[in-house]
């Protein structure tokens, strides 16, 4: 299994980004897929979770409104779009599935916000 994670930087509050994960490794199709991130110091937390067809999403409260996940079954590849960012969101994000047996993260992508 394999994440190629990309779409981070530095951004100005109040501006966009879209993340993007390829996978490859396993049938990305039946697996759903989630966002997390992490600032030094703290736990990983959930963002955003997205189901195997697309069809169900969860947000974190904090992100509700501003960002949205979706997923390209045939480019086997996730997608964060976030909008309104605020310097809170800075954080490194990291996409995620399981398997019963296991767990699976990418490498992480750096989001910055600041003027």
């Known amino acids: 299994v394999q994440f190629v994670e990309s779409g981070g930087g530095l951004v100005q509050p109040g501006g966009s980004l879209r993340l993007s994960c390829a996978a490859s490794?396993?049938?990305?199709?039946?697996?759903?897929m989630t966002w997390y991130r992490q600032t030094p110091g703290k736990e990983r937390e959930l963002v955003a979770s997205?189901?195997?067809?697309?069809?169900?999403?969860v947000y974190a409260d904090s992100v509700k409104g501003r960002f949205t996940i979706s997923r390209d079954n045939g480019k086997n590849t996730v997608y964060l779009q976030m909008n309104s960012l605020k310097p809170e969101d800075t954080a490194a994000y990291y996409c995620?599935?399981?398997?019963?047996?296991?767990?699976?993260w990418g490498q992480g992508t750096q989001v910055t916000v600041s003027s």
């Open positions: 997205i189901s195997s067809t697309g069809g169900s999403t």
């Open positions: 490794g396993f049938t990305f199709s039946s697996y759903a």
């Open positions: 995620h599935t399981a398997s019963k047996i296991s767990d699976y």
